[in-house]
């Protein structure tokens, strides 16, 4: 069973995070091992020190106004392994360990399992 490990940041490198005017930032979460993107989600500061304070990945709900742990209500759930920002420092990217059938709601492993041009329906699900 995989277990939580904290990761260490700075404060400098935290302060430098540019969130949006709504004071969010774009998280895309990758698998350990295989590389796959899993998924692509929002965090506030609150939910980047929580992810990296727990090592379990956890992200701010702009629909519902809240924070959610991944995989607490499906037990398909993230630890985190390493964790980067980009060269602006408006995009994070976790790699994880995922446990579980996926990071999908729909099932998927991958929130990306529709290919344009493959046929498959668009729309939400």
């Known amino acids: 069973m995989p277990t939580a490990t904290p990761i260490s940041a700075t404060a400098g490198e935290l302060d430098a995070v540019a969130f949006d005017a709504d004071g969010l930032v774009p998280a895309i979460v990758q698998e350990q091992g295989t590389g796959q993107v899993l998924m692509m989600a929002w965090m506030n500061e609150d939910a980047l020190r ?3 304070e727990t090592g379990r990945t ?3 709900s702009r629909s519902r106004q809240e924070y959610w742990c991944k995989g607490e209500t499906s037990g398909d759930r993230q630890y985190v392994r390493e964790a980067y ?3 602006d ?3 994070l990217l976790f790699v994880v360990e995922q446990e579980g059938q996926g990071a999908c709601h729909t ?3 991958s929130c990306f399992f529709r ?3 493959g046929g498959a329906e668009p729309g939400r699900v």
């Open 50 to 52: 929580r992810t990296l």
């Open 58 to 60: 956890w992200f701010w």
């Open 85 to 87: 920002y980009d060269c």
């Open 89 to 91: 420092m408006d995009v």
């Open 107 to 109: 099932g998927e492993r």
């Open 115 to 117: 290919a344009f041009g």
